[in-house]
């Protein structure tokens, strides 16, 4: 079911990333994952050199600043809808991603391979990937080195037993009015009070981030806002201020349980190939882009 919007117009800001590099403790043993990571390493610096370098994956990971506006953004999709590229407001890059449809994942990428900084491309190497089961209905959005398991050899890392948890997602279709509409329930890992996040590595003892969310903090859950079903229009509306946006099936908007009417993040379509990705904390860049792009099989 297509969901209509109401809208109001858009506001910019710029990304505030901060730039950055960082060299990673390969295992010995593996002579190839060796040479490529002692390549990459001149790679950047040349980069550098060149001010093209990149941040690390770990700033995709931290949470927005808090604060009670969205920050926006926008993400381009490619002709074929396969590809995706994440940029500010202001028109600059900040990631890509590949869907695998065969593979039933999509890999997400700091560099592009039609960037100007195109050489520090590796479609082998993704920095996050999100995998869907048989049915859509479930996807798990992973980073590919775990920040607890950085400096471990590779027999001691988290690797085989799922990697760093960042995102699960859960797909389910609820009728409203006389519409149906795409809902979806979000775990994420939580934040200490004095600001830091939750690492949900299974080395560290927690279990799945699909389990019900308790009242230790150290997960959060998230859920979709409903639409309501309007009469004169025979459809689905939501109001996405902010924002100038298309009726799409891909629109959405998530919120806290206990708070429906906060807005964290909204999702919408303002152009044939182009949506506005707006969001807030606690969620951080890779969180609300593997969320968004969750939904390329909702019609």
């Known amino acids: 079911m297509t969901i209509i919007p109401q809208t109001s117009p858009v506001s910019s800001w710029l ?8 060299s990673t403790e390969g295992d010995k043993s593996d002579s190839d994952d060796d040479r490529w990571q002692r390549e990459r390493a001149f790679e950047i610096a040349d980069s550098l050199e060149c001010g093209m370098a990149r941040e690390i994956a770990t700033d995709f990971m931290q949470p927005m ?15 074929d809808k396969l590809q995706y590229r994440l940029f500010s407001d202001k028109g600059n890059f900040l990631m890509y991603a590949k ?9 997400f990428y700091l560099y592009g391979p039609s960037e100007k900084d195109n050489k520090l491309f590796n479609p082998e190497r993704p920095s996050f990937t999100m995998t869907w089961n048989e049915d859509k209905t479930d996807w798990r959005l992973a980073q590919e080195t775990c920040e607890r398991c950085l400096f471990s050899p590779k027999q001691l890392t988290c690797s085989c037993l799922g990697k760093q948890q960042v995102a699960w997602i859960r797909h389910e279709r609820k009728a409203v009015g006389d519409g149906i509409f795409n809902s979806m329930e979000i775990h994420i890992p939580g934040l200490y009070e004095d600001g830091c996040r939750v690492v949900w590595c299974p080395l560290l003892g927690r279990g799945d981030l699909s389990v019900p969310v308790d009242s230790s903090h150290e997960s959060h859950r998230i859920v979709t806002r409903q639409p309501s079903w309007n009469d004169e229009v025979e459809s689905l509306v939501l109001d996405f201020k ?6 799409s099936a891909k629109n959405f908007q998530l919120v806290l349980p206990q ?6 993040c909204q999702y919408g379509k303002i152009g044939q190939s182009t949506f506005g990705l707006d969001f807030k904390y606690p969620l951080s860049t890779i969180q609300a882009f593997g969320i968004s792009l969750s939904t390329l099989f909702w019609t």
Do not use: C, Y
């Open 65 to 79: 600043r808090r604060g009670n506006k969205l920050r926006k953004f926008q993400v381009a999709r490619s002709e």
């Open 99 to 107: 869907t695998d449809i065969a593979a039933r994942r999509v890999g």
């Open 242 to 247: 902010g924002r100038d946006v298309m009726s």
């Open 259 to 264: 708070r429906p009417e906060h807005v964290l």
């Open 15 to 22: 990304w505030p990333f901060r730039k950055s590099t960082s």
